[in-house]
C-alpha cells in the first residue's frame, strides 16, 4: 500500500532542431518578505533553525500559527512528502497529466505514495512525513480509497490537491474528501477553480500548467505535418472548430480525435503519451483554444515542447506564462489569425525563429522541474510568524508572509472572461425582473453547451421555482449530485443543491420529505442548509434559533445564494411557495418575515445607542 518513489535522474532535454536553451530568470514580483525560487534558498538547515528560533513548526489549519506544534522533527536534504490519492482506473492519458506534477514534486521532495485503504495514523508514525497531500476525486475515473484516522497528526502541514476543471461536477466529492480529511488549503491548475468557487479563493494557491520534459521534448522527427488538430471539436470549444475549419480548407490538417477517459479509449486507435508527442514533433503547427472559459491548458506549453509553433485562441493568461504573439507563438482569430499564418508560411526563416523561441521559453520555464509552487509555499509556511499568512503573487510570483489577513493565490491580471459566466449574468437579470421564462430559455442555451455548469443550473432551478414547477426544479437540483454519484461515486451532493432540493419539495407541499432530506447527509454543513432547516423547523411547528450565517468550517459550494439577508431569502422562498400553490406554507413563511422584520426594528436603537456611546 505505501511504496517510496525516489526522484529520477533527468538527463538535460537533447534538442537537434532547437539548441542553447538558457535558463528563463525568475521574477518576483511585490514588497516583503517572500520565499525565492527554490534554487536559491537558504539550506535546509538554516531553515530547520529559523523554525527553532519561532516555534512555527507545520500544522493542518489553514491559518498555521493557531496550529498545535507536536510534529517537530530533524529534516533531511529533502522533505518527506506523503500523497495519499485515490487511484486512477481510466485512460493512460489522466495518469501522464498527473504524473507530471509528481516528477515535479520529487524534485523538492522524497514522495511516498498510498493509493489504498490506510490508517493515517500508522502511516505518519511510520515514514515521518514533513508534508501530506491529499490528490482528491476530480474528472477522472478512480477508485475510492478509506482513510481511517484521518484527524490524526494535525501538526504536519496539509493541502489537497485538485487537478480537475475549475466548473467540474467532481469538486462537491472533492471538497467532500478534504472536509474528512481536515484540509482547507488547496493548489490546483491556474486560477481556475478560484474563479468558479470564489468563496474558497482565499484557500487556494496555484500550479502553472507543466509537462514531463522527457515526454513532450524534440525526437529529431521529421516536419511532415503543417498543421495538427487534437481533441474534440465541441460546441463549448467554438475557436478551435472554426479555426481548424479554415486551415483545413488553405493547408493540410491532420485531425487527431480526443484518446478518451475511459481504459478503452472509444476512439480505437487514438495518440497519448509519446505517440503524441511524437506527432507534435512532426508538425510545423499544433492549434490549441480556451475553451469558453478562456483558461490557459496543457496544451499551451506541451505544443511549443515538442518543437511545433503554438497557434493559440486569445487567452489572457498566456502573458503570464511568457507567451508573446508573433515572437513564441501565434495568437488570433479568424481572418487575421489566417494571415498572420499565411506570412509565416512565407518566411521560413521567421517561422523557424518563431518555433525556436516558443521550445526555449517552454523548456527553460515551464518544464516539470521549474514547477517549485508547492515547495517554496512549504518553505515559507515553515517560516512563518505569529499572525502571519501567505499570498502568492500571481501563478509564478514569490509566496510572501504578510499579517494583514490576505490569503491565497492572488491575480497578476483581471479576472478572465467567460461566455458561461456572462450569459449566466445576463439571465440572471431577467430573473430579478421577474421575466422567469426568458431567463428559463437563455439558461437552458448555457446548459445545452455545457451541462454540467452549476451556477446556471442552479438560478435555472429558482427560475422554475417562481414559475411553479417544483417538481422541474428538483430534478434540476439533484441532476449533477446524480451524475456525479454514478460516474464518480461522490459520497455527498452539494450543500447549497441539496438545501435548494429540499425547497423544492417544500414547493410540492411535501414537508415530511423535506425535513427526512435534511438528515440524510449530517455532516453537510452550509448557511442556506442552516437556513432550510430553520424554516422547516418552523413549519413543524417548533423554535429552532435563528440560523447562523457562514462559519469557516462550512462545506464549500459551488453555487451560491442569490439573497444574501435572511429578510430577501425569505421573501424569495414565500413567492415561490405562492407561485406552486403552497398557501398555507408561504402564509408561515410571510409571518416569518414579519418577525424578522420587527426584531431588526427593535434591534436598531440599541445598535445606534451603542454606536453613539
Same mark, same amino acid.
Given at each position: 500500500?505505501?511504496?517510496?518513489?525516489?526522484?529520477?535522474?533527468?538527463?538535460?532535454?537533447?534538442? !537537434?532542431?532547437?539548441?542553447?536553451?538558457?535558463?528563463?530568470?525568475?521574477?518576483?514580483?511585490?514588497?516583503?518578505?517572500?520565499?525565492?525560487?527554490?534554487?536559491?534558498?537558504?539550506?535546509?538547515?538554516?531553515?530547520?533553525?529559523?523554525?527553532?528560533?519561532?516555534?512555527?513548526?507545520?500544522?493542518?489549519?489553514?491559518?498555521?500559527?493557531?496550529?498545535?506544534?507536536?510534529?517537530?522533527?530533524?529534516?533531511?536534504?529533502?522533505?518527506?512528502?506523503?500523497?495519499?490519492?485515490?487511484?486512477?482506473?481510466?485512460?493512460?492519458?489522466?495518469?501522464?497529466?498527473?504524473?507530471?506534477?509528481?516528477?515535479?514534486?520529487?524534485?523538492?521532495?522524497?514522495?511516498?505514495?498510498?493509493?489504498?485503504?490506510?490508517?493515517?495514523?500508522?502511516?505518519?508514525?511510520?515514514?515521518?512525513?514533513?508534508? /501530506?497531500?491529499?490528490?482528491?476525486?476530480?474528472?477522472?475515473?478512480?477508485?475510492?480509497?478509506?482513510?481511517?484516522?484521518?484527524?490524526?497528526?494535525?501538526?504536519?502541514?496539509?493541502?489537497?490537491?485538485?487537478?480537475?476543471?475549475?466548473?467540474? +461536477?467532481?469538486?462537491?466529492?472533492?471538497?467532500?474528501?478534504?472536509?474528512?480529511?481536515?484540509?482547507?488549503?488547496?493548489?490546483?491548475?491556474?486560477?481556475?477553480?478560484?474563479?468558479?468557487?470564489?468563496?474558497?479563493?482565499?484557500?487556494?494557491?496555484?500550479?502553472?500548467?507543466?509537462?514531463?520534459?522527457?515526454?513532450?521534448?524534440?525526437?529529431?522527427?521529421?516536419?511532415?505535418?503543417?498543421?495538427?488538430?487534437?481533441?474534440?471539436?465541441?460546441?463549448?470549444?467554438?475557436?478551435?472548430?472554426?479555426?481548424?475549419?479554415?486551415? @483545413?480548407?488553405?493547408?493540410?490538417?491532420?485531425?487527431?480525435?480526443?484518446?478518451?477517459?475511459?481504459?478503452?479509449?472509444?476512439?480505437?486507435?487514438?495518440?497519448?503519451?509519446?505517440?503524441?508527442?511524437?506527432?507534435?514533433?512532426?508538425?510545423?503547427?499544433?492549434?490549441?483554444?480556451?475553451?469558453?472559459?478562456?483558461?490557459?491548458?496543457?496544451?499551451?506549453?506541451?505544443?511549443?515542447?515538442?518543437?511545433?509553433?503554438?497557434?493559440?485562441?486569445?487567452?489572457?493568461?498566456?502573458?503570464?506564462?511568457?507567451?508573446?504573439?508573433?515572437?513564441?507563438?501565434?495568437?488570433?482569430?479568424?481572418?487575421?489569425?489566417?494571415?498572420?499564418?499565411?506570412?509565416?508560411? &512565407?518566411?521560413?526563416?521567421?517561422?523557424?525563429?518563431?518555433?525556436?523561441?516558443?521550445?526555449?521559453?517552454?523548456?527553460?520555464?515551464?518544464?516539470?522541474?521549474?514547477?517549485?509552487?508547492?515547495?517554496?509555499?512549504?518553505? !515559507?509556511?515553515?517560516?512563518?510568524?505569529?499572525?502571519?499568512?501567505?499570498?502568492?503573487?500571481?501563478?509564478?510570483?514569490?509566496?510572501?508572509?504578510?499579517?494583514? &489577513?490576505?490569503?491565497?493565490?492572488?491575480?497578476?491580471?483581471?479576472?478572465?472572461?467567460?461566455?458561461?459566466? !456572462?450569459?449566466?449574468?445576463?439571465?440572471?437579470?431577467?430573473?430579478?425582473?421577474?421575466?422567469?421564462?426568458?431567463?428559463?430559455?437563455?439558461?437552458?442555451?448555457?446548459?445545452?453547451?455545457?451541462?454540467?455548469?452549476?451556477?446556471?443550473?442552479?438560478?435555472?432551478?429558482?427560475?422554475?421555482?417562481?414559475?411553479?414547477?417544483?417538481?422541474?426544479?428538483?430534478?434540476? @437540483?439533484?441532476?449533477?449530485?446524480?451524475?456525479?454519484?454514478?460516474?464518480?461515486?461522490?459520497?455527498?451532493?452539494?450543500?447549497?443543491?441539496?438545501?435548494?432540493?429540499? /425547497?423544492?419539495?417544500?414547493?410540492?407541499?411535501?414537508?415530511?420529505?423535506?425535513?427526512?432530506?435534511?438528515?440524510?447527509?449530517?455532516?453537510?454543513?452550509?448557511?442556506?442548509?442552516?437556513?432550510?432547516?430553520?424554516?422547516?423547523?418552523?413549519?413543524?411547528?417548533?423554535?429552532?434559533?435563528?440560523?447562523?450565517?457562514?462559519?469557516?468550517?462550512?462545506?464549500?459550494?459551488?453555487?451560491?445564494?442569490?439573497?444574501?439577508?435572511?429578510?430577501?431569502?425569505?421573501?424569495?422562498?414565500?413567492? +415561490?411557495?405562492?407561485?406552486?400553490?403552497?398557501?398555507?406554507?408561504?402564509?408561515?413563511?410571510?409571518?416569518?418575515?414579519?418577525?424578522?422584520?420587527?426584531?431588526?426594528?427593535?434591534?436598531?436603537?440599541?445598535?445606534?445607542?451603542?454606536?453613539?456611546?
Amino acid at each position: 500500500a505505501v511504496s517510496p518513489q525516489s526522484e529520477r535522474s533527468t538527463p538535460p532535454t537533447t534538442n !537537434a532542431l532547437y539548441s542553447g536553451t538558457r535558463a528563463f530568470p525568475f521574477f518576483s514580483p511585490g514588497v516583503g518578505r517572500m520565499c525565492a525560487p527554490f534554487s536559491s534558498l537558504l539550506p535546509m538547515q538554516a531553515k530547520v533553525e529559523r523554525v527553532r528560533q519561532t516555534g512555527i513548526v507545520g500544522a493542518g489549519a489553514w491559518i498555521p500559527h493557531t496550529a498545535p506544534r507536536t510534529e517537530r522533527r530533524e529534516m533531511p536534504s529533502k522533505p518527506v512528502m506523503l500523497l495519499v490519492r485515490h487511484p486512477l482506473t481510466g485512460a493512460e492519458l489522466q495518469r501522464l497529466w498527473e504524473e507530471a506534477y509528481c516528477k515535479a514534486f520529487r524534485f523538492h521532495f522524497d514522495v511516498v505514495v498510498v493509493e489504498d485503504d490506510c490508517d493515517l495514523d500508522a502511516v505518519c508514525d511510520r515514514i515521518k512525513p514533513d508534508l /501530506i497531500a491529499f490528490r482528491g476525486p476530480y474528472s477522472a475515473l478512480h477508485r475510492r480509497i478509506v482513510v481511517s484516522n484521518p484527524l490524526s497528526h494535525t501538526g504536519i502541514p496539509r493541502i489537497g490537491l485538485y487537478f480537475g476543471d475549475g466548473f467540474c +461536477m467532481t469538486r462537491p466529492a472533492f471538497f467532500h474528501d478534504m472536509d474528512s480529511w481536515g484540509v482547507d488549503t488547496y493548489f490546483t491548475q491556474t486560477f481556475y477553480l478560484a474563479e468558479h468557487t470564489p468563496s474558497i479563493a482565499q484557500r487556494i494557491f496555484v500550479l502553472p500548467q507543466t509537462f514531463d520534459e522527457d515526454l513532450f521534448r524534440d525526437y529529431g522527427e521529421p516536419k511532415t505535418v503543417p498543421f495538427i488538430v487534437f481533441g474534440e471539436v465541441a460546441p463549448w470549444r467554438p475557436w478551435r472548430g472554426e479555426t481548424a475549419q479554415a486551415l @483545413a480548407k488553405r493547408y493540410p490538417t491532420m485531425f487527431c480525435p480526443h484518446p478518451g477517459y475511459s481504459a478503452a479509449p472509444s476512439a480505437g486507435i487514438a495518440w497519448s503519451g509519446e505517440a503524441y508527442a511524437r506527432a507534435l514533433n512532426r508538425s510545423l503547427f499544433s492549434i490549441c483554444d480556451g475553451s469558453i472559459f478562456n483558461c490557459v491548458l496543457r496544451k499551451h506549453v506541451e505544443i511549443p515542447a515538442c518543437g511545433a509553433i503554438l497557434v493559440s485562441q486569445p487567452v489572457d493568461g498566456l502573458k503570464e506564462y511568457g507567451f508573446a504573439d508573433m515572437e513564441n507563438c501565434v495568437i488570433g482569430e479568424g481572418p487575421d489569425l489566417m494571415a498572420k499564418i499565411a506570412g509565416l508560411i &512565407g518566411e521560413p526563416k521567421r517561422l523557424q525563429d518563431i518555433a525556436r523561441a516558443g521550445f526555449e521559453l517552454a523548456h527553460s520555464r515551464h518544464a516539470a522541474r521549474h514547477c517549485d509552487q508547492l515547495y517554496r509555499w512549504f518553505v !515559507a509556511r515553515r517560516l512563518l510568524r505569529p499572525g502571519e499568512t501567505i499570498v502568492q503573487h500571481g501563478t509564478f510570483g514569490a509566496f510572501e508572509a504578510v499579517s494583514d &489577513g490576505r490569503s491565497g493565490a492572488i491575480r497578476s491580471m483581471p479576472v478572465q472572461w467567460s461566455e458561461p459566466a !456572462a450569459m449566466v449574468a445576463d439571465a440572471l437579470g431577467n430573473y430579478r425582473s421577474g421575466a422567469f421564462g426568458i431567463c428559463q430559455k437563455k439558461l437552458n442555451r448555457v446548459l445545452e453547451t455545457k451541462v454540467e455548469y452549476a451556477p446556471a443550473r442552479h438560478l435555472l432551478v429558482r427560475a422554475l421555482l417562481m414559475s411553479g414547477r417544483p417538481q422541474d426544479a428538483g430534478q434540476h @437540483a439533484l441532476y449533477l449530485f446524480n451524475v456525479a454519484r454514478k460516474i464518480y461515486r461522490a459520497p455527498e451532493p452539494d450543500p447549497v443543491e441539496w438545501a435548494w432540493w429540499c /425547497i423544492a419539495e417544500l414547493c410540492r407541499g411535501d414537508l415530511a420529505a423535506a425535513s427526512a432530506a435534511l438528515r440524510n447527509f449530517p455532516a453537510l454543513r452550509h448557511s442556506e442548509l442552516r437556513r432550510v432547516a430553520w424554516l422547516i423547523g418552523k413549519l413543524e411547528g417548533a423554535s429552532p434559533p435563528r440560523p447562523q450565517g457562514a462559519k469557516r468550517d462550512d462545506r464549500p459550494s459551488v453555487s451560491v445564494s442569490l439573497e444574501p439577508s435572511l429578510i430577501s431569502w425569505l421573501n424569495e422562498i414565500c413567492a +415561490m411557495l405562492r407561485a406552486s400553490g403552497q398557501q398555507l406554507f408561504a402564509q408561515a413563511a410571510s409571518a416569518l418575515v414579519r418577525e424578522e422584520q420587527l426584531a431588526e426594528l427593535a434591534s436598531a436603537p440599541l445598535a445606534v445607542a451603542a454606536r453613539d456611546f
